[in-house]
C-alpha cells in the first residue's frame, strides 16, 4: 500500500493545491489539498454534496477552479482546456456509461485508439492486424473478449462499464478518474472489477468515487474523506473508519 508523503507535490503524479471553487456563493469545494502517488489506487469518499464529483470536474478541466492549482506531472491543468488534458494523460469515466451502443464492442475500442494510428489509414490491411491484436488483448482484460462482434447496446449495465474503461486504457492514460465505476453492478461483477482495477493500478494512478464500502476495503492503497468541500480525513480504509468524525458524519449514515 502506498504510504507517501499527504504533503502535496512531493513524490507525487497529481497534486491538488488549495483548491477551491464557488458556485452562486457556495463553496462546493473549499482550500483542498491532496496528492496521489504514481501507480497509486486513491479512493474518494463521503456524503452526497462533499465535493467529489466536483473535484474530478476540476481536475479533467470540465470545472474551472475559483482559486488553487491542479498538478500533473509538473503541469497545471486549471490553465489547460479539456481536451488538452486528456492529451497530457488524464483519461475520465463518468458515473453513467458512454459507450457507442449501435457500434459492436470492437468498433468502440476501434474509434477510441489514440490519434497517432491516423498516419496508418493508407496501410489499411497491416494497421487492422496490428489494431485488432491491441484491441483482443484489451477486451480479454476488460472481461468482453466473447462479446467482441456484439452490439454495445446488448451489453450488461456492468459490461458496459468495463468497455468504457477498456476505451480509456485504449488512449493510455497516466491517471484514470472513476466516478462510482461499480454503481448498478451485480455482486460478481463487482468482484470482476475489483480485480480489474487491481490489475490496472499496477502500471498508471487512479482516483476512483466509491460509496460501497466492501468495496472500497478491496481495492484501496489510501483513502481520502471529503465533508463539505473540505479533507475530513486521510489514510488507510482501517484508519480513516476508525476516525470518530468519519463514522459521525458518513460512515454512521
Given amino acids: 500500500m502506498s504510504m507517501q508523503a499527504d504533503r502535496p507535490g512531493e513524490g507525487a503524479i497529481l497534486s491538488v493545491e488549495d483548491l477551491t471553487v464557488v458556485f452562486d456563493g457556495f463553496k462546493a469545494v473549499d482550500g483542498l489539498s491532496l496528492s496521489v502517488a504514481r501507480d497509486e489506487l486513491r479512493v474518494i469518499i463521503g456524503p452526497n454534496g462533499a465535493g467529489k464529483t466536483t473535484l474530478l470536474d476540476m481536475i479533467c478541466g470540465k470545472t474551472r477552479p475559483t482559486s488553487g492549482r ?7 491543468l486549471s490553465r489547460m482546456a479539456e481536451h488538452q488534458i486528456v ?26 485508439l489514440p490519434r497517432e494510428y491516423g498516419v496508418m489509414r493508407s496501410l489499411r490491411f497491416r494497421r487492422t492486424a496490428a489494431v485488432r491484436e491491441r484491441i483482443a488483448a484489451m477486451a480479454q482484460q476488460v472481461f468482453l473478449a466473447e462479446r467482441l462482434a456484439e452490439k454495445a447496446g446488448r451489453l450488461s ?13 485504449m488512449q493510455e492514460p497516466r491517471l484514470l478518474l472513476l466516478d462510482e465505476p461499480v454503481a ?12 480489474l482495477l ?8 487512479m482516483v476512483v468515487i466509491e460509496h ?3 468495496f472500497v476495503k478491496r481495492i484501496a ?6 465533508h463539505q468541500g473540505r479533507l475530513l480525513s486521510e489514510g488507510t480504509v482501517h ?3 476508525a476516525d470518530p468524525r468519519v463514522r459521525d458524519v458518513y460512515l454512521g449514515h
Avoid: C
Wanted: a negative charge.
Fill in 70 to 76: 491542479v498538478m500533473f506531472q509538473g503541469r497545471d
Fill in 87 to 112: 492529451r497530457a494523460g488524464v483519461g475520465r469515466k463518468f458515473q453513467t456509461p458512454s459507450v457507442y451502443e449501435d457500434l459492436t464492442v470492437l468498433e468502440n475500442f476501434e474509434i477510441s
Fill in 157 to 169: 449495465h456492468g459490461q458496459k462499464q468495463w468497455l468504457e474503461i477498456g476505451m480509456l486504457l
Fill in 184 to 195: 448498478g453492478m451485480s455482486p460478481r461483477e463487482r468482484e470482476q472489477t475489483a480485480e
Fill in 198 to 205: 487491481a490489475r490496472i493500478a499496477r502500471g498508471k494512478s
Fill in 212 to 214: 460501497d464500502m466492501d
Fill in 221 to 226: 492503497h489510501k483513502v481520502t474523506v471529503l
Fill in 239 to 241: 484508519e480513516v473508519q
